[in-house]
Each structure stands twice: as structure tokens, then as C-alpha cells.
């Protein structure tokens, strides 16, 4: 990992861990910013260990990729500057799915050479749009 490099672990807050107002029908995910000037290759990596599904692209860039529990939504960006990777899940172990997808990630960034950062945002819980 280069030094200028800032990939932390993603830290739940309390709120986010207690936003369940779904019951098991609550999807939960965090958001991932990946940049620097090496974040393309690093992203890359980190999905080329997934399982893709094409049939769920959004024609606006997004693709929709999965592993186990988890999906990871990722936006290619316009500019080249800043990546975006929505990891998300539903279900009983909705929470740990995603904790394991981030750490999944942050596993994929460190390994990188060069530059990368890593920014989370925690999104709020929605309705589940499938049976989990």
C-alpha cells in the first residue's frame, strides 16, 4: 500500500446498527467513495471477486454486482475522479452482510498499489424490495 493512502475500516455507528424499522424486510448499506489517482485498478480488483448481473445494470453507469449476502452497486465516475460502491443487504444477518462487504473492500483497497482513499456514508434502512 502506498503511503499516501487512507482506507479505514468501516465503523457503524448505533444509529445506523438500530435502523431496522422493517423488521426482516429491511435493507440496510453504507456508501463507498473511492478515489485517487490509482482508485480506478483498486476497484476493479475488489469486483473482478464478485459474480456480476447484467440483467440489473442501470443504463446510467451503475453495475450491480453480488457475493453471498451482499450486493455491491458501482458507479463507474463521469470525471474519473471518484468511485461509488453502494453495499447493501436484507434480511436476518442484513448487518453483517455488509459489515463483511466492507471489510471485503477495504481488504481489496490495501492490497492495491498507489494512491487510494476511502470515504463511508451510512444510508438510512428501506423496505426490502424482495423476500430476504
Do not use: C, K
Not at 36 to 54: I, K, M, N, Y
Not at 109 to 120: D, K
Amino acid at each position: 500500500m502506498h503511503e499516501r493512502s487512507e482506507i479505514s475500516s468501516f465503523q457503524p455507528t448505533d444509529a445506523w446498527n438500530m435502523d431496522w424499522p422493517y423488521d426482516v424486510w429491511t435493507q440496510v448499506g453504507v456508501q463507498a467513495s473511492i478515489s485517487g489517482p490509482d482508485a480506478a485498478t483498486a476497484v476493479q480488483d475488489f469486483v473482478e471477486s464478485l459474480e456480476h448481473e447484467p440483467d440489473s445494470d442501470d443504463p446510467g453507469g451503475a453495475g450491480l454486482h453480488y457475493r453471498g449476502g451482499y450486493t455491491a452497486e458501482v458507479t463507474t465516475p463521469d470525471d474519473g475522479e471518484v468511485w461509488q460502491i453502494v453495499l447493501a443487504s436484507a434480511g436476518e444477518d442484513g448487518l453483517g452482510s455488509v459489515q463483511d462487504a466492507a471489510d471485503d473492500l477495504v481488504a481489496a483497497l490495501r492490497q492495491a498499489s498507489g494512491e487510494v482513499r476511502l470515504a463511508w456514508s451510512e444510508l438510512p434502512a428501506t423496505r426490502a424490495r424482495t423476500a430476504p
